[in-house]
Nanobody, 118 residues
Framework: QVRLVESGGGLVQAGGSLRLSCAAS????????MGWFRQAPGKERELVAA???????YYADSMKGRFTISRDNAKNTVYLQMNSLKPEDTAVYFC????????????WGQGTQVTVSS
């Protein structure tokens, strides 16, 4: 059974850092584009960052320079390093996958809560 499991969320003060991990099982990570999404209360889910197997990563404008997505295909794990966190970064963060040959993100993790206090 294909699974994406996030970890690393928690409570942090503004200006702090967190590193999220997404462990994938029963899929070959190199066949997928991996993305991190987030959803804050009352807001729509938004794409935070994404990275394929080649090429540069994508970042939403408000995350550029603060967040870094990386992937270790050998470990079937994707990471999101978040620095200089702000209270507005508070959200549930989801890992998601879509096949490199196109299509929607159709594999999702259960999410991990990130709370940034001011």
């Amino acid at each position: 059974q294909v699974r994406l499991v996030e970890s690393g969320g928690g409570l942090v003060q503004a200006g702090g850092s967190l590193r999220l991990s997404c462990a994938a099982s029963a899929l070959t990570l190199s066949n997928y584009v991996m993305g991190w999404f987030r959803q804050a209360p009352g807001k729509e889910r938004e794409l935070v960052a994404a990275k394929g197997t080649v090429g540069s990563a994508y970042y939403a404008d408000s995350m550029k320079g603060r967040f870094t997505i990386s992937r270790d295909n050998a470990k079937n794990t994707v990471y999101l390093q978040m620095n200089s966190l702000k209270p507005e970064d508070t959200a549930v963060y989801f890992c998601a996958a879509r096949r490199v040959d196109g299509g929607r993100y159709d594999l999702w993790g259960q999410g991990t809560q990130v709370t940034v206090s001011s």
